[in-house]
Antibody, heavy 120, light 109 residues
Framework: EGQLVESGGGLVQPGGSLRLSCVASGFTFNTYEMDWVRQAPGKGLEWLSYIGSSGSAIFYADSVKGRFTISRDNAKNSLYLQMNSLRAEDTAVYYC?????????????WGQGTMVTVSS | QSALTQPPSASGSPGQSVTISCTGTSSDVGGYNYVSWYQQHPGKAPKLMIHEVTKRPSGVPDRFSGSKSGNTASLTVSGLQAEDEADYYC?????????FGGGTKLTVL
């Protein structure tokens, strides 16, 4: 079935940086496209970033472009999100998610999420 | 403000049917057959219920169905059950990005 486990969340001051990790198991990670999605407390879902199976194709939401960097290490079955210049509005639960199979389709496996709090 | 518009709430009695709408534009919902729906219970990760407008992943009850007409997609839950009470989010591909609706809280009366 597959499983995703995120880590790396925590409390960070405004302007600081944080690197999130997502480890995949139970499926052939290097054949799937992956994404990061976040959810601010009490709010809806917001897509952040996409990376193709080989890492060559990358997209970002305007809200994080230039501040966040998505990457993957297929040898380690891992997905990453480097977050710089963090703002209070970046406070959210961050989920990694697996794409169903075709670029543009939905996200069929989600991690449990990792909380990021940006506050002084 | 979310890119896709959903009603904030919907409700129905057990056994009834309820439909949740998701309105976008020709740049997202109307332009691609990549609309998906997610169910989220409190404190839990979202769960994919529908993808590619009408397709149900294995394990999702056939009480859940999706459709699309123009720039509006819909999720119908038939034969409502208590466990269907949750937040529901629609999402659409929008060309090198994905957009979500603001979510609909479904209450089973």
């Amino acid at each position: 079935e597959g499983q995703l486990v995120e880590s790396g969340g925590g409390l960070v001051q405004p302007g600081g940086s944080l690197r999130l990790s997502c480890v995949a198991s139970g499926f052939t990670f290097n054949t799937y496209e992956m994404d990061w999605v976040r959810q601010a407390p009490g709010k809806g879902l917001e897509w952040l970033s996409y990376i193709g199976s080989s890492g060559s194709a990358i997209f970002y939401a305007d809200s994080v472009k230039g501040r966040f960097t998505i990457s993957r290490d297929n040898a380690k079955n891992s997905l990453y999100l480097q977050m710089n210049s963090l703002r209070a509005e970046d406070t959210a639960v961050y989920y990694c998610a697996r794409d169903v199979g075709y670029t543009g389709d939905g996200f069929d496996i989600w991690g449990q999420g990792t909380m990021v709090t940006v506050s002084s | 403000q979310s890119a896709l518009t959903q009603p904030p709430s919907a409700s129905g009695s057990p056994g009834q049917s309820v439909t949740i709408s998701c309105t976008g534009t020709s740049s997202d919902v109307g332009g691609y057959n990549y609309v998906s729906w997610y169910q989220q219970h409190p404190g839990k990760a979202p769960k994919l219920m529908i993808h590619e407008v009408t397709k149900r992943p294995s394990g999702v009850p056939d009480r859940f169905s999706g459709s699309k007409s123009g720039n509006t997609a819909s999720l119908t839950v038939s034969g409502l059950q208590a466990e269907d009470e949750a937040d529901y989010y629609c999402s659409s591909y929008a060309g090198s990005k994905w957009v979500f609706g603001g979510g609909t809280k479904l209450t089973v009366l």
